[in-house]
């Protein structure tokens, strides 16, 4: 039996804010596992992603809300017979915490390592090709041959500094998801659209692949309907789309 591969297409800002900061921690962690300099110019270049987008907005406040719509949204299953109440109660009081624990903050989520000298000048160089050179930067290649171990210590550090972020949206994003099962579906000639009920607070489209087939699913649309086309990829042109039915698994996610 073959993988599926997932592919997720978000139907508002707030839920593309959480899966790109959902990447870039996920791969923030794994540069956290090497031990060279290229390891920690990666780790830095992520971390500095991730700054960006809390800068952008008072992502704070938007995670907050959403903490609190969740918890208005389960709360209301308190008293449904079919729903596990020990688990419930579970998810109720972590986000109970994280709300709490957020508001507990001082200031923009971030604003700490934004202040930092060494990462500012870091950023400041990247914005040019090839910027952070070791001539362009001798602090930077000086911290880059320190010990590995040092270096890591440091990155952690930096991590822990943004672990309440990295929980709400780990914990936000696996809510939605788990509120739809897959249904199995089939792409005509490699296209497929289908209207979505505008009184629902659908969140998330995912389109699940069997990894065997040659394509690669592309997603569009918004919150009242999505269109899915099934391309099989070209590196040296254009991607042309399948000819024949393609079957796939598909999750719309309200919450």
Known sequence: MHPFVVYEHPLNERMRNLLRLEFLFRQAQHCQSGTTAWD??????????????????DLKTELIKELERHLSTLGRLNESPDVDQQQLATILKHLEQLRGALHGTNGPLGQDLRN?????????????????CDFDLPAYHCWLNRPADTRREIQQAWLDSLRLTRQAVELLLKLVRNTAGPSHEVATAGGFQRNLDA???????????????????????????FTIRFLNPNEGGRPQQATGDVPFRLSCCAL
């Open 116 to 132: 930092s000298e060494f990462l500012n000048g870091v950023r400041q160089r990247s914005t040019i090709p090839g910027g952070t």
């Open 40 to 57: 920690s110019r990666l780790f830095i270049v992520t971390l500095l992603d991730i700054l960006a987008i809390l800068s952008r907005s």
């Open 199 to 225: 009184d629902l607070p659908f969140q998330l489209i995912r389109v699940a692949i069997d990894s065997a087939l040659p394509y690669y699913a592309e997603i569009s649309g918004g919150k009242h309907r």
